[in-house]
């Protein structure tokens, strides 16, 4: 069985940094899209940013400049980088990827969450 397993959340001040990690494990095919979106208490989950298996990499507006996604094939992981945190991003972080199974085929997942909180 798939699972995602994200890690790297907590506590930071206003414009400090904080790495996200998320990898899958299981018996799977291949990994294709991999993202992070967010979610704020009393709002929908938004998607921060997407990669490729290719490399391509997309992002919301608001994080543009400040985060960076990027992705290991071999160790079946994504991350987020995190720099210039504003308490606007504190938020719950869940990693989403499409994976192929024998068993599902291509499929849908996502991890568990891990909270960011950005406070003084």
């Known amino acids: 069985q798939v699972q995602l397993v994200e890690s790297g959340g907590g506590l930071v001040q206003p414009g400090g940094s904080l790495r996200l990690s998320c990898a899958a494990s299981?018996?799977?095919?291949?990994?294709?899209?991999m993202g992070w979106y967010r979610q704020a208490p009393g709002k929908q989950r938004e998607l921060v940013a997407a990669?490729?298996?290719?490399?391509?990499?997309n992002y919301a507006d608001s994080v543009k400049g400040r985060f960076t996604i990027s992705r290991d094939g071999a160790k079946k992981t994504v991350y987020l980088q995190m720099n210039s945190l504003k308490p606007e991003d504190t938020a719950g972080y869940y990693c989403?990827?499409?994976?192929?199974?024998?068993?599902?085929?291509?499929?849908?997942?996502w991890g568990q969450g891990t909270q960011v909180t950005v406070s003084s």
């Open positions: 989403n990827a499409d994976i192929a199974t024998l068993s599902r085929g291509r499929a849908n997942y």
């Open positions: 990669i490729t298996r290719g490399g391509t990499s």
């Open positions: 299981g018996t799977m095919i291949s990994i294709f899209d």
